[in-house]
């Protein structure tokens, strides 16, 4: 089979790999979309993410969908033929974390596109059938993809645990800052506020649909983002936002939701500066008692992932921008890498 392997800071080649064979408890998928994200993007540039570090060869691609084309012996045969969203990271469901609830961090995780596992940027993937999705059968391939990030949304807003009436900021308005903004709205927040440092973000977050109650900084974040913070707190009176996201890929993020949360707020920290430290403000997190929580993907949130984009109340299609074919996937990765040509999210089809 086919496949891209990274082996330097942005540089792929294409070469050709055995088609994985079907353990009894596995499906085969034939990969019809890849999105291309913001960790793989740290990947493709850095070839790590903090201590996550990626050695050549490696082909790099988490968020996958396509046709499962074999089950094992002990597998739901029922997935036969069916096109699937597939929860990238294969936990082990026997350590101590699995068997109290938090598969998703998983001390045994196998995550493809990351450190020693190959992604999905492949003709064929093998995994463990429970993690194959079915989707409606109206649902493109790309949108299938897409039910990845999205399950990170829905992780993002469940940790928030927003009420209604609730206000929230959001930092960095990409695919996930964006989703996560339409959700917190869907989800009863009345004003969500977003700011991010790119102006095309600012303008596609505004033609998103994220009208009802959603404000765009004019100008985005700027600098320190003390021109965000000093919006935010104009918005809102001086009060603060009830919740802050970060879904930015910076190291700015942390400070700018602990600057924009009212005093025993809630933080949620979602965005992937790749370092592997970066300076939390302990002064105001401390004088304003502000819970932290940090998102790691999502915990078993296909299920909703998909009911939302069934319902309409999630559009993935208004975020993917560009399409490329399998052959041109290093292009997809140099757009998205460049922040050019007012992409969000490119989406590789086979
Ligand atoms: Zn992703
Ligand atoms: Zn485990």
Redo the contacts with the bound molecule.
Sequence with gaps: MRAWQWHKSESMRLVDLPKPKVKSHEALVRIEAVGVCGSDIHYYREGRIGENVITEPLVLGHEYAGIVEEVGGDADGTLLGKRVAVEPGI?????E??RTGH?NV????FFPGGPGHDGALCDYMTVDARLCFPVPGSMTAGCAAMVEPVAVAVHTVELAALRPGDTVAVFGLGVIGLLVARLAAACGAVRVLGADVLDYRVAAAAQQGLSAGFTAKPGGLQGDGAAAIAWIMEQTGGRGVDVAMDCTNSSDGLSLACAAARPAGRCVLTGISGKEHDSLPVSIARRHELTLRWCRRFLHNYPAALALLDSGVLDASALITHVFPFEEAPEAFALTSACADGVLKASIEW
């Design positions: 936990p082990c469901f026997a350590c974390w699995c598969y998983c001390s045994n995780l």
